[in-house]
């Protein structure tokens, strides 16, 4: 039985690694050439769990004591004498940013990837060898952004805090290690841009001067221009690359994690970065503002860069000269559902609802101390959440009343733009910074006021609608019990909130449910590849969830419910005893557990369903392995045969 908790074991660790590895961002750029007012325009979608709010928030230029440090909340490492002035969308329970500018103008997003020295430390962490924590990708950001004036500056301060204090430790809230990633940046200022892309202590960065590119959650960088030392070397003495004769070394190739589910989370990652490069070669040499949200709100591709798991969405637009101002476009929570408001790193304060978090407040806490945020009234961020759950509740209906409103009030602050901008540069110029920088909060306040009366004018609109006939949500709702691979009796929690279904599995993020498709599954917003459907029976209703990920599904009994029997127990009693298989030398027996034969290993125990018209009992669990039992003439059972694939092992009844 040991193959048959092994397979188990995999298929599920691959099913949920898949499902929480597709929380994945995208990060955009187009320069001089590629844009229509010849100035260098960045973007970036944030993906992150449901209830990861994502305040906006500014810091100024500050100078700092000898032996200062800097508190992530897991670790601190040393603050430098003086950092520049950052403005950056930053999850609740984190130091640094997702996305940001400075005031130089250096932008950077970053992505979340998967490497072979990744897999390496996770898996020696578990046996108390892992390395020690570092900064996350988001801390990272932040770094670089306060520490460097040029992008080329910033890629040498992350790459050096990299190669010194590593990356290691969970970049999502409530999880711990199993939160874990390496990180590639997209860094630009007003003239070029560069990829930088880490693997634990290594990296490797390429620069980036004219067109456009396009980054998401794998390695990309073939031949770097820059990389670490022995970046090469040391893949070699790992094994992970063995060269082509004479040809160049392959950063990506060699340092990326290629299992099997990371290749399938590659090739998802590759299909959103395809999507967000065509778009912007599709617009090459006219690439506006409003061509960048428009492909932040893109969902043509599966998976698309528009998830109902996106957290927040940026569009920095760089000035095209030394004298200008950036601005920073910023959407919270899902940029479909959502508007762009103008904001500016040279401001000195920002409306305190876009600064602000739900229930539990923005702080710095280790992300497995992070409980899930909650909805609060003076949230910005939440009350776009909340819309956007709303209009999820029918959105064939609502979207287009939401985008009409908010794509008009976005042609009114982009309107309003340009004699605000020349305001603040002429006060600016004649050094009246407090007073230019009053001018640009301003208009980013009178910004927001309007957003939110009218997102809140969609809100009560949308809750006085009658909306289309559905189902009540509660009758699925409820802990459901799974008995595969590490998740033993362990509770899978459904709850319906504002007209949708979220999944809780113990240690992942919560994960939301779309409404069923023509097959009854209901896909996740951050995956479409995986799914729940609802088990119904006439008289015990909800009784059961299947979990889909491609091929495979998944059974968990819903908690205090137990079906009537399908075949009368007493005709399953003969079955019942001990059998002994020679092949691996063990006992197991069959017994009857929830009104149904079930076969006990010193492991698990797994029940069967009936026999199919081969006469085998597949796993209730998981159509992966069945038992088909050997009769005798006269009916009495002489043992059975053990089925998982092409491999089959014979058991003996003894008793």
Partial sequence: MKKILLLLLLIIVALILSVWTALGCDTW?????????????????SDRTVFDCQPLMIHPRRAWPAGASIDFGRISIPQTASTYATLGSSPFWCWGYEEGINEFGVVIGNEGVFTKPLLASLAASKDGKGPTPGPT????????LERGRTAREAVDIIAGLVERFGQFGSGLPTMGLEGAYDNSFLIADPNEAWILETAGTAWAAKKIERGVAS???????????????ELSRNSERMGWWKGTAGGPFDFAAAYRADTPDHEAARRRALTRAGCSLGLLREKAGAVDEAWMRRIARDRSTTPSLDLDVTASACVAALPADAGG??????????????????????????????????????KIIPPDQAAPDRYADDSFWWLFRDLNDKINSDRTARLPVVRAAFDALEAEFTGGLPAVLEKAVVLRKAGKDGEAAAVLDAYSAACV????????ELRTRFETETGPSRANL??????????????????????????????????????????????????????????????????????????HQGPAAFELPKKGIVLPPAIPLETLQKFVGSYYGEKLNETLEILIRNNALALKTPQKTYELRPPD?????????????????????????????YFEGATTLSYKKTK
């Fill in 29 to 45: 750029v187009a320069l001089k050439n590629a844009t229509a007012a010849g100035r260098v325009l960045f973007a970036k979608n």
């Fill in 137 to 144: 990708g988001m801390d990272l950001v932040r770094l670089g």
């Fill in 215 to 229: 980054i998401s959650n794998t390695l990309s960088i073939g031949a770097p221009d820059l990389a670490s030392p």
């Fill in 325 to 362: 101002l950036p601005v920073f476009w910023w959407c919270a929570s899902v940029p479909s559902g959502g508007v762009f408001i103008p904001f500016f790193v040279h401001g000195s304060k920002l409306p305190v609802a876009v600064s602000t978090a739900g229930t539990s407040g923005k």
């Fill in 449 to 456: 006021d309007q957003a939110t009366a009218k997102a809140n």
């Fill in 474 to 547: 509660d009758e699925f709702t409820g802990a459901y019990i799974a008995t595969f691979g590490s998740f033993n009796e362990a509770e899978w929690t459904i709850t319906a909130k504002d007209g949708r279904l979220l999944l809780t599995i113990p240690g992942r993020p919560v994960l939301e449910l779309k409404p069923p498709d023509k097959d009854g599954i209901r896909r996740l917003a951050a995956s479409p590849q995986a799914g729940v459907l609802f088990l119904r029976d006439e008289k015990a209703g909800i009784h059961a969830l299947t979990f």
């Fill in 613 to 641: 018209a081969e006469g085998k009992r597949r796993f209730r669990v998981a159509d992966v392995a069945a038992v088909k039992f050997e009769e005798a003439p006269d009916g009495a059972v002489a043992g059975f045969i």
